[in-house]
């Protein structure tokens, strides 16, 4: 057994692109190189095992018994023996393995193509050729790197055997040797040369079928039998391929790459005399091409001039295994592609090529839902947790929390607030609308962004729960009801309201390739409007109550019906999915140019990682008693619960926070903020003195999860990106509460005191923990900074737009005061206009102050290092804690 990689090949994929976006172009280079070699080093194992179990299994001693009890007796033999070798080869790995999506893309050779243009930037341009060539083998249609490559050649010292297939295997090298000697009419090296070429072909081709013994994932619940043909037929599509992949020389496919050896060899051995296998790779030969005139005159010679027989034309017994598995194989293929039941040209693209990466892969045509399939699963880590299925709410329904957070909630409530409630009491907003009103005002560009990419999560999930290939949005819509009880119910009296804001009489009859997903905007916690399913006969089923991110999906077959709510406004996210694409909605799709172009281009979403998740259990552990968003406290503030100089005083500290760690480590690239909040943790009631070895915050590092023997695992669903925390300290009044940086083992390495205005910032892969709070209440500014702008934490681009809207607003409102009053009273106007102006420059100068505070005190108090990593301690000058 290899001893586990610290970062298995998908982790360091993730990381080379992340190294790639953010123009670290030594740290992509290394991560790709890695993961190359992690993958090649997985797939070497992985095949190990799948070809000595089979050969061991297949040649133990067969059972007597029926064909078929005895076939499936083996697969249940290899398959233990597989999860054994597995569990042993790979360890920890064999159970959690990388999504077949980023094994796609090593299989495409993808990471060569980034591999090529990092190191193109760190000027290593042999190596660059190399891996841009390596690249092109499988795109060999690809205009950019074509010209990548015209490029590489041109520059000094790069040189044609720069350009290097690093995929290759030594079949090629061996063949060319082979046909050098022949050329040279070295016979004996020749034969050698062709001999083990042949060898290492039998070889890899093994490999290589055992490699597309993949997983699978199946469309539908289909029988056993249904099931195993299906993934067999996935196999052996791509099995078949691989002769196609081995047969390159140059980078050229060679049709007949195998019998042409025995076209060299059957000379060879003829020049030396070796008749026997002369003629044995004449009959070879004739078996993969029997119609070839040449061959067939030269067996006539044998025949006539060196005495053999008809029986003498034996064909080798590797190459004819190898040919007949072959004809087995293309007749199961082309007896699918012909009278198969499924249709034909959805199994397989007769005219793909997969392999060279040009076309969609067989996986991708033959399996297309395959690619939603992980998402439930990997929804799950985002915080997305069923709770009620088929069981509970009847067939093909299903709820679950924690698709949206309380801030998306808010921001995407926010697109209806303008409009008006229809005659119902219904308020709605479609997409389309949402685009005129950005249209028409130029706003709201974020938010936008987050409703599309949540919709679009809701689809794949949707699509995903229902094991369906691709389903389209019909409709997206918000729809809110407003709370007032008995209205409500009066104008519903003789219909059924329905989520999309209709009232029904009776139902339609709809397609069961329809599908109904909403998603809560609010929380309505007094037991009323509740979505409810009913049977044929009107009965209500099941219930459920509506709250923020609370998601239900049912077929739109399922006759349905929403509870007014008598006191809290009801709103939710409608999406209506069907699975003919001619029913699709366009505006789906410009909506996401639209985005695209705001974006120049680069139209990655924003973080969807929930990030109070971690300190919300000791939240309920009633450890923390404030802990606040900037999201939470922008909406305080447009509540009026809190100013908002308060808060821009908040975003202007952690500004220059921000600023403070760039440059204390020196960066030459910018942080963003990944998160940012407010926690403030209190002293438990019990008695201090029995507190004295309690933690506040247990011993943790920020972007990876500490491991008992002191490693730490970095774990793609938490918080990779974040690079350096910072935390900004905003009393001192209270007992314990010390900051401490750990060791491995969890043992202190050095606290420090929290104290208003000190920053203490580290590698978030540092290990830290903070100490009991004995008494008081000790308040922090949390901030997190990643290098990777698309996690730019939405909130804080939501606050300031929210602000500068309500400045405006309030701007408005006093121009339209002052020429209101103006005409009456001159002397108040002019008071009331100083009180406002004085606000607002009140605000500015709050901000401002903070920066030059921020100016004055760029250098750092005291260092602490930890081995090799950053940490650091500075002071802040800061304004009044109160003021937060
Ligand atoms: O409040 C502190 O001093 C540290 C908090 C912390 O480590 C965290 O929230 O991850
Ligand atoms: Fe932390």
């Known amino acids: 057994q290899r001893d586990g990689p610290e970062f298995t090949y998908d982790i360091l994929y993730e990381r080379g692109v992340k190294a790639y976006e953010d123009g670290s172009w030594y740290a992509c280079a290394s991560h790709f190189y890695r993961s190359i070699q992690d993958y090649q080093f997985y797939m070497e194992d992985v095949t190990h095992c799948r070809l000595t179990c089979k050969k061991g299994v297949i040649s133990a001693e067969a059972v007597d018994i029926d064909f078929e009890l005895n076939y499936y007796w083996k697969i249940v033999k290899i398959s233990d023996c597989l999860q054994r070798c597995n569990r042993e080869k790979l360890g920890k790995r064999a159970e959690t393995p990388a999504s077949h999506l980023v094994n796609e893309k090593f299989e495409d050779r993808v990471p060569y193509d980034y591999l090529q243009f990092c190191l193109f930037k760190l000027e290593m341009y042999k190596e660059a050729a190399a891996s841009a060539y390596t690249y092109f083998i499988t795109h060999q249609d690809h205009q950019r790197i074509i010209d990548s490559m015209k490029y590489y050649r041109g520059l000094e010292g790069v040189t044609d055997e720069d350009f290097k ?30 001999e083990e070429s042949l060898r290492l072909y039998f070889e ?37 391929k691989c002769e196609e992949k081995l047969s390159v020389f140059g980078k050229e496919f060679q049709p007949n790459f195998v019998s042409e050896h025995y076209n060299y060899l059957q000379y060879s051995y003829f020049k030396v005399n070796d008749m026997d296998k002369a003629v044995r790779a004449v009959a070879t030969f004739i078996l993969f091409q029997p119609n070839n005139e040449t061959m067939l005159k030269n067996k006539a010679y044998y025949k006539r001039n060196s005495g053999v027989h008809q029986r003498h034309f034996i064909p080798f017994e590797e190459a004819k295994q190898y040919y007949e598995r072959r004809k087995i194989v293309s007749d199961i293929i ?32 033959n399996n297309p ?67 005129q009103d950005i249209a028409k005002e130029n706003e709201n560009v974020i938010s936008l962004r987050l409703l599309t990419e949540r919709i679009e999560s809701f689809q794949q999930y949707i699509s995903a729960y229902y094991n369906s290939a ?5 409709q997206a819509k918000i729809v809110c009801r407003e709370g007032d009880g008995e209205w409500e119910k009066k104008q519903h009296e003789d219909c059924i309201p329905q989520e999309d804001g209709s009232c029904i009489k009776t139902f339609s009859h709809l397609s069961d390739q329809e599908y109904i997903g909403v998603v809560y905007l609010t929380n309505v916690t007094d037991g009323t409007g509740e979505l409810y399913f009913m049977d044929k006969d009107k009965q209500i089923k099941s219930s459920l109550a509506p709250k923020c991110g609370r998601l239900v999906i049912f077929k739109a077959s399922q006759q349905h019906g929403v509870n007014p709510s008598s006191v809290n406004e009801r709103c939710s996210l409608y999406v209506h999915l069907t699975s003919n694409v001619n029913d699709e909605d366009k505006s789906q799709r410009q909506v996401k140019e639209f985005l695209n172009k705001m974006d120049e281009g680069r139209a990655k979403q924003p973080s969807e990682v929930n990030n109070t998740e971690i300190l919300q259990q000791f939240y309920d552990q009633g450890n923390i008693k404030i802990l606040r968003s900037i999201g939470c406290i922008t909406f305080m503030v447009k509540e009026k619960m809190i100013s908002m100089n308060d808060v821009l005083l908040a975003l202007d500290i952690s500004e220059m926070s921000r600023h403070l760690v ?9 942080l963003y903020f990944d998160f940012t909040h407010l926690v403030c943790r209190t002293a438990k009631e019990e008695a201090a003195e029995n507190r004295s070895n309690d933690l506040s915050h247990p011993v943790h590092a920020d972007n990876c999860v500490l491991q008992p023997d002191g490693t730490c695992i970095m774990e793609l669903h938490l918080y990779p990106q974040r690079r350096y925390s910072a935390i900004l300290y905003l009393n001192e009044d209270i007992e314990g509460g010390d900051f401490f940086f750990a060791y491995p083992n969890k043992t202190v390495q050095v606290s420090v005191k929290p104290k208003c205005g000190r920053l203490v910032a580290f590698n978030a892969g540092d290990f830290h923990g903070v100490k009991a709070v004995l008494k008081g209440q000790r308040c922090a500014l949390a901030m997190w900074y990643t290098m990777d702008s698309s996690y730019n934490e939405i909130s804080r681009k939501y606050a300031r737009r929210v602000f500068s809207k309500m400045e405006a607003e309030g701007k408005k409102r006093t121009i339209r005061e002052k020429n209101n009053v103006q005409n009456a009273v001159k002397n108040k106007v002019q008071n009331k206009n100083a009180g406002i102006q004085k606000s607002q420059s009140s605000s500015k100068s709050a901000s401002k102050e903070s920066k030059d505070v921020g100016a004055e005190h760029t250098d750092n108090e005291s260092d602490v290092s930890t081995g090799n990593k950053i940490n650091s301690l500075m002071e802040v000058k800061s304004t009044d804690k109160e003021e937060l």
């Open 662 to 670: 760039e440059k204390f480590l020196n960066l030459s690239h910018p």
């Open 369 to 435: 839902h395959s690619i939603y399939q992980p998402f439930m699963e990997y929804s799950k880590d985002f915080g997305v947790t069923i709770f009620a299925e088929s069981a509970e709410l009847g067939s093909s329904r299903l709820a679950a929390d924690g698709f949206l957070h309380d801030d998306h909630c808010r921001i995407i409530s926010d697109f209806i607030r303008k409009r008006k409630p229809g005659s119902t009491g219904v308020r709605q907003i479609t997409i389309p609308e949402i685009m």
């Open 334 to 365: 082309d007896y699918v592609k012909t009278k198969h039941a499924l249709s034909p040209d959805k199994l397989v693209d007769e005219t793909s090529n997969a392999w060279r990466g040009t076309k969609p892969s067989l996986k991708e045509i």
């Open 204 to 240: 890899e081709e093994e490999k290589c079928r055992a490699a597309c013994e993949g997983p699978y994932s199946h469309k539908g619940h289909p029988d056993f039998t249904n099931a195993v043909a299906d993934h067999f037929l996935v196999v052996l599509f791509c099995q078949y």
């Open 165 to 194: 297939d690093l995929e290759r295997n030594d079949i090629q090298d061996t063949y060319a040797s082979g046909l050098n000697a022949y050329h040279a009419s070295d016979w004996t090296s020749a034969i050698e040369n062709f």
């Open 470 to 474: 691709v389903l389209f949005v019909k």
